[in-house]
């Protein structure tokens, strides 16, 4: 059921200014992380990956940067908008004993962008 | 492409009945799906994980026989909750995962939109 009392962390950020999300990931197997915007009553929407071998990835105004030596990864907005207002979430994909793959996904960060 | 939608978008049922979502990929044959629930400022926690023809596989903690979940065809799975019960509302999220759609990866996952369960 419900928890009480729990709370995502928020970062608070000016329009035009970049914004950093951090995370810790559990599983140094994991081979492969994803980062997805989750807007209120909303699906999550995929934003970036990166596969295990690789330290940094870009995309458009997005950079995510992995430190496998201790299980880090974040998620750079360059000249954050209004529109990037949302919640944040890590997520590690494990392969499976016996093939399939698990998604695990971190706490979220609530990003608030101010005008 | 690679879209995934869910039904119906929000619900309301009496504790005590069954409710049943659906999730379909619209554009690719989903292989494997995803149903994940998701309570108010928390994370998506998986459920079950459900390969096309066979039986899901359920994540611990979680009773297969209160949700139940069917994949008959490459394009659409069910969840039933059964004998619901109020601390069963919640969000709940599919994901399906196809094979060669273009992804970056083989094992990328496309989300549904959600679904708003409410029990009174």
């Known amino acids: 059921g419900e928890s009480v009392g729990l709370h995502l962390p928020t970062l608070s950020v000016q329009e035009g200014d970049n914004s950093i999300i951090n995370c810790a990931y559990s599983?140094?197997?994991?081979?492969?992380f994803i980062w997805y915007k989750q807007e209120s009553g909303k699906g999550p929407q995929f934003i970036i990956d990166i596969r295990s071998n690789m330290d940094k990835r870009q995309g458009q105004r997005v950079t995510v940067l992995l430190n496998k030596t201790v299980k880090h990864l974040s998620l750079q907005i360059a000249a954050t908008q209004p529109g990037d207002s949302a919640v944040y979430f890590c997520?590690?994909?494990?392969?499976?004993?016996?093939?399939?793959?698990?998604?695990?996904f971190g706490t979220g960060t609530q990003l608030k962008v101010e005008l | 492409g690679a879209v995934v939608s869910q039904h119906p978008s929000r619900v309301i049922c009496k504790s005590g009945t069954s409710v049943k979502i659906e999730c379909r990929s619209l554009?690719?044959?989903?292989?494997?799906m995803f149903w994940y629930r998701q309570f108010p400022k928390q994370s998506l926690m998986l459920m079950a994980t459900s390969n096309e023809g066979s039986k899901a596989t359920y994540e611990q903690g979680v009773e297969k026989d209160k949700f139940l979940i069917n994949h008959a065809s490459l394009t659409l799975s069910t969840l039933t909750v059964t004998s619901a019960h109020p601390e069963d509302s919640s969000f709940y999220i599919c994901?399906?995962?196809?094979?060669?759609?273009?992804?970056?990866?083989?094992?990328?996952?496309?989300f549904g939109p959600g679904t708003r369960l409410t029990v009174t």
């Open positions: 997520a590690e994909n494990l392969i499976l004993t016996g093939g399939g793959n698990k998604l695990t």
């Open positions: 994901s399906a995962r196809g094979m060669g759609q273009g992804a970056s990866f083989s094992y990328e996952q496309y």
């Open positions: 599983n140094s197997a994991s081979d492969y």
């Open positions: 554009d690719f044959q989903a292989t494997t």
